[in-house]
């Protein structure tokens, strides 16, 4: 998952700057004015980790497999594709898998919903309330199992809840922390 990790974020972090940079200027240029250089840099941040998720989550499973990152699943079996039973799967990587596994798949979930729940809120101000954030990344979420499950991955609703489980953990943090004030980089 690290080899993986580190072989395609600088390729990532490059188009992201570059697209960023490009659509920030020419299109969104006049809102800029608004902004400051810590939004920016965030708003960088948050497109680049857009980006990088993206290529992570809609990349075939075999791919990955050649890429050296461990799924902890028979990608050849055809039952593990689709999962609507709640919690099933957690409970079958808790029992039966193999700690990394476990890390990848039910940690692994969450930890991606938390910058997203973070940096949403601070950044976009029609999304500090919970009910548009929860709403928009289920809506994103549910699609992105959908699209996961045609590419053959699976599509599970577990790895949903864990990410939504994500989304909250870090929309609760952009709420109760002391270092960093949102109000800062809101418009």
Request: proline share 5%; net charge positive; charged share 20%.
């Amino acid at each position: 998952m690290i080899r993986y990790a580190l072989k395609v974020t600088p390729l990532i972090f490059i188009v992201a700057f570059l697209g960023f940079s490009l659509i920030r200027t020419q299109v969104f240029g006049k809102y800029k004015k608004k902004s400051n250089r810590r939004r920016e840099r965030l708003l960088l941040l948050f497109a680049t980790y857009a980006l990088w998720l993206a290529f992570f989550l809609l990349v075939n499973n075999r791919l990955l497999e050649s890429w050296g990152v461990p799924l902890g699943v028979d990608t050849e079996s055809s039952d593990w594709q689709l999962n609507l039973i709640p919690f099933n799967t957690i409970r079958l990587f808790i029992q039966h898998g193999t700690p990394s596994s476990i890390f990848l798949n039910i940690w692994g979930n969450v930890l991606i919903g938390i910058p997203l729940g973070f940096l949403t809120p601070v950044l976009f101000e029609k999304m500090k309330k919970p009910l548009p954030l929860f709403l928009t990344y289920g809506l994103i979420f549910i699609a992105i199992e959908s699209v996961q499950y045609h590419i053959g991955r699976s599509a599970d609703i577990d790895d949903w809840l864990l990410n939504m489980g994500g989304i909250a953990l870090g929309y609760f943090l952009s709420k109760h922390q002391e270092l960093f004030h949102p109000k800062r980089y809101r418009r």
